[in-house]
């Protein structure tokens, strides 16, 4: 799938341009499925890697490097999902989850780790956060904890 690219400050969001479906989850390609996601991450490496992976589904992505990036887009964007680090350079995971805690319906958050023993997955979750992911991602659980973060968040929105 080729993606456009617009640059807004320290940020890059990435809209479809076309679709290429083949190996993409048919419950992916759906366009009701407007599944919409914030990558969260200091660090140049993390957004490369999950910008050639989220380039592979028609989802529309935003970048940002820090929380008040990051709070801007979520208060312009309609955006049901963050992806974050768990450790930023302006604070963590925590800080971005009590950000979003001031929207009616909070985004589902997302926790990118390179180390999660239980207990921490267990205080994510206690919380209110999604999923814990485990650094480096896979594809396949990029997708499952992107779609059941959206479709939890879509939800609460419907209720409303």
Not at 30 to 36: A, G, I, M, N, Y
Not at 39 to 54: D, G, K, N, P, Y
Request: hydrophobic share 40%; charged share 25%; with cysteine.
């Amino acid at each position: 799938m080729q993606m456009a690219e617009k640059n807004i400050g320290k940020h890059t969001t990435m809209t479809p341009i076309k679709s290429n479906t083949h190996s993409i989850p048919e419950k992916a390609q759906r366009q009701d499925d407007e599944v919409t996601i914030l990558v969260v991450s200091c660090s140049e490496r993390q957004h490369t890697v999950l910008r050639r992976m989220l380039g592979l589904i028609p989802w529309s992505v935003h970048h940002a490097y820090d929380r008040e990036t990051a709070l801007t887009l979520l208060r312009r964007e309609r955006i049901g999902v963050v992806l974050c680090d768990r450790n930023l350079a302006d604070g963590s995971w925590r800080d971005v989850l009590e950000d979003t805690s001031e929207f009616p319906v909070p985004p589902r958050l997302v926790v990118m780790a390179e180390e999660a023993d239980v207990s921490f997955c267990a205080e994510v979750l206690g919380v209110g956060g999604h999923e814990v992911l485990l650094v480096p991602v896979r594809l396949g659980e990029l997708v499952g904890a992107g779609l059941s973060a959206w479709r939890s968040w879509n939800r609460r929105l419907q209720a409303l």
